[in-house]
Every structure is written in structure tokens, then in C-alpha cells.
Nanobody, 126 residues
Framework: QVQLVESGGGLVEPGGSLTLSCAAS????????MAWFRRAPGKEREFVAG????????YYADSVKGRFTFSRDKSKNTVYLQMNSLKPEDTAVYYC???????????????????WGQGTQVTVSS
């Protein structure tokens, strides 16, 4: 059974940084997508960043490009989201997710993902 466990959320001032982690278990990763999504209050869940596990190619939402960095530690089956220059509009619950089918056109689509973590709250406020 696949389990995804996020950690690292919290309260940070605008301009600050946070790093989220997502540890995955229950699966040998090969041709998968892993991604970070977020849901802000009153808004739809949106794609933040994701990786095609086999190739290592990483994709970002335009809203976070240049500020957030997605990385992975293959030996630990863990992915990270380094978030810099945080803005109040980054406030959301952040989720990591896994899609075992890994169709490129669906990488940014939340409905394509079968497995989700419990979410971690990120609040950017002074």
C-alpha cells in the first residue's frame, strides 16, 4: 500500500523560506509522476511542481517558477519542495501526490493522481 507523508509546513513571514518533504513508501518507483499540489482557502487545488521519476524532468507552475525548487532523494524515496521568496498568496495546504501511470499530458492534472498525502499547512503572513 502506497503511503505519502508530508512534513515541513509552518508559519513564515513574506520573503521567507520553507522546505517541505514527502516520504513515500509501499512502492518501487519507476515510471511514475510525483507532484506537489496546493489548495488555498476558497480555491481549487492547483499544481505546483512535479517530476517524471524515470527521466528526472521537473515541471513548475508559472506562479512558483524561479522561487520554488523541486528535488528528490531516490535512495530515500523522498521528494522535497524548497520554497523561497514566499508570498502571502502561497498560503495553502500543500499535498504531495503520486500517479503510477505517468502520462505526460496529465502531469499537472490532480485527478490523474491516485495517491495523496495528508497535507501540510503553509501560512505566509507578517
Amino acid at each position: 500500500q502506497v503511503q505519502l507523508v508530508e512534513s515541513g509546513g509552518g508559519l513564515v513571514e513574506p520573503g521567507g523560506s520553507l522546505t517541505l518533504s514527502c516520504a513515500a513508501s509501499g512502492r518501487t518507483f519507476s515510471n511514475d509522476h510525483m507532484a506537489w499540489f496546493r489548495r488555498a482557502p476558497g480555491k481549487e487545488r492547483e499544481f505546483v511542481a512535479g517530476i517524471r521519476w524515470m527521466s528526472g524532468h521537473i515541471y513548475y507552475a508559472d506562479s512558483v517558477k524561479g522561487r520554488f525548487t523541486f528535488s528528490r532523494d531516490k535512495s530515500k524515496n523522498t521528494v522535497y519542495l524548497q520554497m523561497n521568496s514566499l508570498k502571502p498568496e502561497d498560503t495553502a495546504v500543500y499535498y504531495c501526490a503520486l500517479d503510477p501511470r505517468a502520462i505526460l499530458s496529465q502531469l499537472r492534472i490532480s485527478d490523474a493522481y491516485d495517491y495523496w498525502g495528508q497535507g501540510t499547512q503553509v501560512t505566509v503572513s507578517s
